[in-house]
């Protein structure tokens, strides 16, 4: 998609050894790369369609002054155009003129849903369109812990004893391919007055629940390659809600423990707290020993420490563990009269992960003595084993470091300015003192240059809340995340390295013009 007066120059754009090294960079990545050439700027994310993978180019004409605008608002497009796109190529022609109309509906309407919804809460939308379009019933079951399925989402109005409550998971071989059962695989699986449906498994344990979609009735009507395109919206629309919860989960959590320093039995109660209401366990228990001095700590309902074992339907369990060996154990029993799915599992490994590594942390503290500037490090560690987490996950996150004038700041002030900017964050983004003169920043989903320009929006703000203009002067350092594997470089001393190349910057443009005065 480009403008059609950069019609002729894009033609010979597409064959420069940059532009295609940003598309294939592109292909085999999760989120947008972007180039500028000359005055085109061009965002390029990846497609897949079946086994072949491609990419979606998007430009726009553009200045010095409205470039990094541009390539914002390209990458953000980009990955909204994503879903339809795929779902289109996977069609042929004449498939898709005639069902792109509602497939772009379903895409809007789920797509509206995932910044509120749950998983659950788009199933029963995706269920109701099928119903009102095609006359297709949907039952969707739920995967437990222990890798069974559970009905969640059923016809309303539906006799109990037409579809069974739980699928033996070993009983099920359906794959992530919607698949015409027979007549035997429904009464294997426990349907015995059914004839025809279709199913597929959808989701990652990794990702969030992992469901199995059985649809029955007007499948004639609807036809299996419009089912097709269907559940592929659906399985998009259901990573992006899964996406979000668990990364509002880490976030949360890192907040806490940021919140409680190195306070031991401060921590381990949030851990606990937070694992038990995301999952919504009625109990819970929590024991781990720290440190060179083995401190040992035990919260919660102890009487359930003896029967953790391995998870099941009704209780979760997860080792925590320190850089030298396991350390503890965190448990979480009655699933509010429900059960534990395969998300809940993957969020207590998260809570107990988060957990192991902020106790390495304050062990390695403990070893050497805490200090003033060891506290201020421990925020900086919480920045990088946070962006390292998010870049593991393939989420895009950037480290900013503002450094005031001055060798040094009075702590209040630095404070009170650290919680100015935290108002004006998302939730979940992080800003703290990393030290004298030194205020650090983590955003997600944020390009070095989408940073920068969140930094010149939180000037503005801080300027018109606090008395003067503490940010007048701050040099700005900003270090945007690798994606893949856990980065090896750390990101705020690259920020820090920048922010202080301002500095250089500024004071040679003073000395300049001081001398042409």
């Not at 099941?312 to 965190?330: E, F, K, M, N, Y």
Request: aromatic share 4%; charged share 20%.
């Amino acid at each position: 998609m480009v403008p059609e007066a950069a019609t002729p120059y894009w033609t010979t754009t597409l064959d420069t050894t940059e532009v295609l090294s940003v598309i294939e960079q592109a292909r085999a990545s999760k989120v947008p790369e972007s180039v500028r050439v000359g005055q085109l700027q061009m965002s390029c994310i990846g497609l897949q369609a079946g086994e072949e993978r491609g990419a979606l180019v998007l430009a726009r004409a553009v200045s010095d002054a409205t470039a990094s605008e541009a390539r914002s608002e390209l990458e953000v497009a980009a990955a909204w155009f994503r879903p339809a796109v795929e779902a289109h190529l996977r069609s042929s022609s004449a498939e898709s003129i005639e069902h792109a109309p509602r497939v772009s509906a379903l895409l809007r309407v789920l797509t509206a849903a995932v910044t509120t919804g749950t998983e659950p809460a788009l199933l029963r939308l995706y269920a109701n369109a099928l119903a009102i379009w095609h006359d297709v019933e949907l039952r969707a079951y739920a995967e437990d812990a222990e890798g069974n399925f559970r009905l969640e989402v059923a016809p309303p109005g539906a006799p109990r004893s037409d579809a069974p409550a739980i699928l033996t998971g070993s009983k099920v071989s359906v794959g992530s391919q919607l698949t015409r059962l027979s007549g035997h695989d429904l009464e294997t699986l426990g349907f015995h007055n059914a004839n025809d449906a279709w199913a597929a498994r959808i989701g990652h344990p990794s990702e969030g629940m992992v469901w199995l979609l059985l649809m029955s009735g007007g499948l004639d009507s609807a036809g299996g390659r419009r089912l097709e395109l269907y559940t592929d919206v659906l399985r998009q629309t259901l990573q992006q809600v899964a996406a979000r919860s668990l990364l509002g989960v880490e976030r949360a959590i890192w907040r806490r423990l940021i919140a409680a320093g190195d306070r031991f039995d401060a921590a381990a109660e949030a851990a606990l707290s937070e694992a038990r209401a995301v999952v919504e366990a009625t109990g819970g228990a929590l024991s781990i020993s720290l440190g060179h001095d083995r401190r040992f700590l035990q919260i919660g309902d102890l009487g359930l420490l003896p029967d953790s074992g391995p998870s099941r339907w009704d209780q979760l369990t997860t080792s925590i563990l320190l850089d030298d060996g396991p350390a503890g154990v965190l448990t979480v029993q009655g699933p509010g009269g429900r059960f534990f799915t395969s998300r809940d599992r993957a969020v207590i490994d998260i809570v107990g992960q988060l957990l192991g590594s902020w106790a390495s942390g304050v062990s390695q503290r403990s070893q050497a003595g805490a200090d003033r500037r060891g506290v201020s490090r421990s925020f900086e560690d919480v920045l990088e084993e946070t962006a390292a987490q998010a870049a593991d996950r393939g989420m895009l996150v950037s480290v900013v470091v503002i450094q005031l004038k001055g060798p040094t700041s009075p702590a209040g002030t630095l404070h009170q300015l650290a919680a100015q900017l935290r108002v004006h964050l998302r939730a979940g983004e992080s800003v703290g003192v990393l030290g004298p003169s030194e205020i650090g920043i983590l955003l997600y989903d944020a390009t070095a240059e989408v940073a920068r320009l969140v930094v010149g929006r939180l000037r503005r703000m801080v300027a018109h809340s606090m008395t003067g203009d503490p940010l007048a002067n701050a040099a700005i350092g900003v270090v945007q995340s690798a994606m893949g594997p856990v980065p090896t470089l750390r990101l705020v001393p690259g920020a820090r390295e920048e922010a202080q190349t301002a500095w250089r910057s500024m004071a040679l443009e003073a000395t300049s013009h001081e001398a042409t005065r």
